[in-house]
């Protein structure tokens, strides 16, 4: 093929350099220098330098990839590291010569002794093109291995590289269950220890060698099971799932409990979303005025403070939802006639229309203008307040599930399918008989109802609210989980909300990069995967019917 | 009359009383604010002066939600960050030092220019790079897919600019010839906001000419009329949408100084609101036109100063500035929903949503 000749040393440079500025920009803008400060493997590697080293690292592995010779392939990575070395080597130049922070706050001394390894400017830039040409080298090297074993060896290095990541999180819970002696001989501050990890990436390397060897084997044997019996696996699986999610926050302790909890917010309002955009097309960016109402509603309802009513929780919990209900349908009523991007637009005036109206002095008297309502009650149940975040779980969870089932149920339903065709296209659905204006208001109203139900939650739980908690970043953000997990897929809303909500809250750190990440994955999920990480059967399929045509798409799962 | 009413739905009810409403209030509100007159001639002046002067800025950047409009049919929602970009960077890099140094006074001509050239060349660049990376892959992806690209590279692009150059309000210095008041038609206009409703008008004018009278001004508008046609014209579409957001990109980051001219400040998350007024400014005067982006920010201007004191003082409610911005929404809204081609504009929406 004309491609793989046409690899030449040109295009291998142009790989690392792009792999080079992934970097230098990852440092510029201050991730470098954040993220350092976790180490993964103790006194070895920080999460900072894993940042540096992995386009790179990816990069030169693909240049060896697109060789067509092997001897090439390793000269190719090897210059595509050096390459990638030389923007990095440039900010180090140029920091010694010009004082850069005074443009760029982010190229701080700690920044440029990361990059040169603390040596000073001409050896730490002698060291950085090392280390690169040497992660060429090993990339290039990998490359010339089985792909199965290339393929293992892949699997126990991001196995070790997660299981670093979490160090911190991971020594706390060893200790709370095996004692202190115990993580002391994995973990050493917060990080992993070296010949710990080693054997990670061994064991899980071997692990996976036999794994793909024999995996075959027992997917044959399963494939063979008849399907009376294979019903009752799957409806063991769900027993397990749901006794586990019962029983989890036992596990988790109370600060993963309360990460579980927000992450549950989420996928309580992704679910709503998910119907509104997801299954009807309906591409809502005002989502949080919902989310807005029903906090306000419950938060006016049951506050002991000044502005509140003093009601229960459990009595205030239907009537948010209730008043997000009435909000969807008012607001989606006169936006029936719009489509696709005025749509989107209109709704995001709305969400900031609520926003701004909470945070007025119009409303001060009712709402609390800019200072909010204090003062939530936390829902009581059977006599006990529910304060731990263990004890809110149980009221998140069965939030969850409710919402889950009622969206799981929908999307077999005769609604869901004309949401459906609604989707796919306006003026077709509504010549096949379909009353758009029933239909499109159904949609607003429930996603409303389950936004206004995660409102709700959100705001006894965390006892006060104020206006600038429903920005529009929390809409983009559902926007973003349900768009990673997979448009109109129930488990993708949860993928989604783990992947975009979890992870944030336990690297914390993170926190500051969070939307920069969040605008990255959207633009490179467009690009790469329109579908999602657990796309729908029926997404998967559309997206891809221009592809390849050929094979029948419930074969794709099987992959 | 019966039989028409009876044809009337559910929904033409519901805008009906949206419209009607609406009326009363703007009237109601109007009327019991000039009765009232809690301002005098003088204040009303400033406010419809001011209001031109941010028109001007929001019909820059219209210009250049229009112009891709025009040629893609898509909203390009990162817009707002191409005129942030431009100016953050400028204000950082040009105008911070030159004003300490003390060249920004002695000689503001050439330290203007030269701020406007950084900001618009900057602004290119950020709109050049995410056409090529973003949207140019996803040309004949479904409507919707390269809208929520667009909404990932704008919050890709506020969290860059946030991480380069810090989270804090930037102050951008004062111009010494730019401070005080010249007077004009018989009032004192602030030098800085004459300043930028004078520069508005040439760049405004000089854009019309540009695409009316020359070769790819004329390419422009004919990948708008129809791209499949444009190719077999020999005109290369590529290229010519390339052209068509460094154009608009280049109007932002102009919009861009401006805004840092009238306001003395600039942050990373200036891009988002002018961008979704500038959007408002150009529904309303009618997207795709470009004499319709600058009526429809002017329009949007002045009522965006106007309105708070004319409708809502009356109404007995406290501190309306803090609801200019819900003035602006409601009209976005309103006009999406009641006359989506805009004042000057044809039923685009329509033909392609």
């Known amino acids: 093929m004309p491609t793989m000749q046409d690899f030449n040393l040109r295009k291998a440079i142009n790989f690392g350099l792009i792999a080079g500025v992934i970097s230098l920009f990852i440092s510029v803008i201050g991730m470098t220098t954040l993220l350092s400060k976790r180490q993964l493997i103790a006194g070895v590697l920080t999460l900072g330098q894993l940042l540096i080293f992995l386009a790179p690292a990816l990069l030169s592995y693909q240049a060896a990839e697109k060789s067509s010779k092997k001897s090439r392939a390793i000269l190719n990575s090897v210059v595509a590291g ?91 819970r060893l200790r709370a269950f095996f004692g202190v002696e115990f993580s002391k001989t994995i973990f050493q501050s917060k990080a992993l220890l070296p010949s710990v990890a080693a054997i990670i990436l061994i064991v899980v390397t071997v692990f996976s060698i036999v794994w ?82 029903g906090a306000y509603t419950m938060a006016v309802m049951t506050s002991t403070g000044a502005l509140g009513v003093g009601v229960s929780f459990w009595l205030a919990l239907p009537v948010s939802v209730t008043a997000a ?24 005036g709305f969400g900031e229309i609520i926003r701004i109206l909470a945070n007025s002095d119009m409303l001060k008297s009712f709402l609390g203008g800019a200072q909010g309502i204090l003062n939530i009650p936390k829902p009581e149940f059977m006599g006990t307040a529910l304060i731990q975040p263990g004890q809110l779980y149980y009221v998140v969870l069965a939030g969850c599930l409710l919402a889950a089932f009622v969206s799981w149920r929908l999307s077999r339903s005769r609604l869901g399918r004309q949401w459906m065709a609604l989707r796919e296209d306006e003026d077709v659905a509504e010549a096949m008989g379909i009353n758009l204006v029933k239909t499109k208001l159904l949609a607003f109203a429930i996603g409303a109802a389950f936004s206004g139900l995660a409102g709700a939650i959100f705001a006894s739980k965390l006892t006060s609210i104020f206006p600038h908690s429903f920005n529009l970043l929390i809409s983009i953000n559902v926007l973003s989980l349900i768009i990673v997990g997979g448009m109109g897929s129930l488990p993708g809303v949860v993928v989604g909300a783990l992947i975009l909500v979890g992870l944030p809250e336990l690297l914390r750190e993170f926190a500051e990069y969070r939307y920069l990440m969040y605008g990255a994955l959207l633009i490179v999920m467009m690009l790469a995967k329109p579908e999602g990480f657990w796309p729908s059967a029926i997404q998967r399929r559309e997206l891809h019917a221009y592809e390849d045509p050929g094979p029948v798409p419930d074969n794709a799962q099987t992959e | 009359m019966l039989k028409r009413l009876k044809n009337i739905d559910f929904l033409g009810l519901v805008l009906w009383f949206i419209r009607a409403s609406i009326i009363a209030v703007v009237i109601w509100g109007s009327v019991a604010t000039i009765i009232q007159n809690p301002y005098t001639t003088r204040n009303w002046i400033d406010f419809i002066v001011f209001g031109i002067a941010q028109g001007s800025m929001y019909a820059l950047i219209a210009i250049g939600y229009s112009l891709v409009y025009g040629v893609l049919f898509m909203i390009n929602f990162a817009h707002g960050e191409f005129f942030m ?94 401070a005080g008041t010249v007077p004009l038609f018989g009032i004192d206009m602030l030098k800085s906001q004459l300043i930028v409703i004078i520069t508005t008008v040439i760049m405004l004018v000089g854009l019309y000419v540009f695409v009316m009278r020359t070769k790819t001004g004329k390419a422009i508008r004919s990948v708008a009329e129809d791209k499949d046609v444009a190719v077999l014209m020999g005109i290369d579409v590529d290229r010519t949408i390339t052209i068509t957001f460094g154009v608009g990109a280049a109007m932002a980051g102009a919009a861009g100084v401006m805004y840092a001219l009238v306001f003395r400040q600039v942050h990373f998350f200036m891009g988002f609101f002018p961008g979704l007024k500038a959007f408002t400014a150009a529904v309303l005067g009618g997207i795709g036109s470009i004499p319709g982006a ?23 409610i406290p501190a309306p500035h803090q609801l200019k911005d819900v003035i602006a929404f409601t009209m976005l809204v309103l006009i999406l929903i009641f006359r989506p081609q805009g004042i000057l504009g044809e039923r685009l929406a329509e033909k392609k949503a």
Request: hydrophobic letters at 55%; a positive charge.
């Open chain 2, 294 to 316: 600058a009526i429809g920010g002017l329009f949007l201007g002045i009522f965006e100063s106007v309105g708070p004191a004319l409708f809502l003082q009356g109404l007995g």
């Open chain 1, 212 to 293: 793909t060897k024999t995996g075959d084997k027992i997917k044959q044997r399963l494939d063979v099971i008849p399907a009376g019996q294979k019903r009752t696996i799957k409806a063991g699986n769900w027993v397990v799932l749901l006794a586990v999610l019962f029983l989890l926050p036992q596990f988790l302790g109370s600060y993963l409990t309360e990460v579980t909890n927000n992450v549950g917010i989420f996928v309580l309002m992704g679910l709503g979303l998910n119907i509104v955009v997801g299954f009807a097309g309906l591409l809502d960016l005002g989502y949080v005025a919902f989310f807005a109402i």
């Open chain 1, 325 to 348: 209900i009435i909000a969807g349908v008012l607001l989606g009523t006169p936006v029936l006639r719009m489509r696709g991007d005025y749509l989107a637009i209109v709704t995001l």
């Open chain 2, 85 to 178: 970009s431009g100016i953050l960077t400028a204000t950082v890099l040009i105008a911070g030092p030159l004003s300490a140094s003390g060249f920004l006074d002695e000689q503001p001509v050439w330290g203007l220019l030269l701020i406007l050239a950084v900001s618009m060349a900057v602004s290119i660049g950020v709109a050049l790079l995410t056409e090529r990376i973003a949207y140019r892959p996803l040309r004949k992806a479904p409507r919707l897919v390269p809208l929520i690209t667009a909404i990932g590279a704008s919050f890709f692009w506020q969290y860059t600019f946030r991480g380069l150059y810090g989270s804090e309000v930037k102050p951008f210095p004062q111009i010494q010839a730019l």
């Open chain 1, 82 to 172: 050096l390459a990638a070395a030389t923007p990095l080597a440039l900010l180090i130049l140029l920091e010694s010569l010009f004082n850069l922070r005074q443009f760029f706050i982010n190229v701080s001394p700690d920044l440029i002794k990361i990059i040169n390894f603390g040596q000073g400017t001409a050896a730490g830039m002698a060291i950085l093109f090392a280390a690169m040409g040497l992660i060429g080298l090993a990339m290039g090297l990998v490359h010339l291995l089985q792909p199965q074993i290339r393929k293992s060896i892949f699997t126990g290095l991001v196995v070790m590289l997660i299981i670093g990541t979490f160090s911190e999180l991971l020594t706390e």
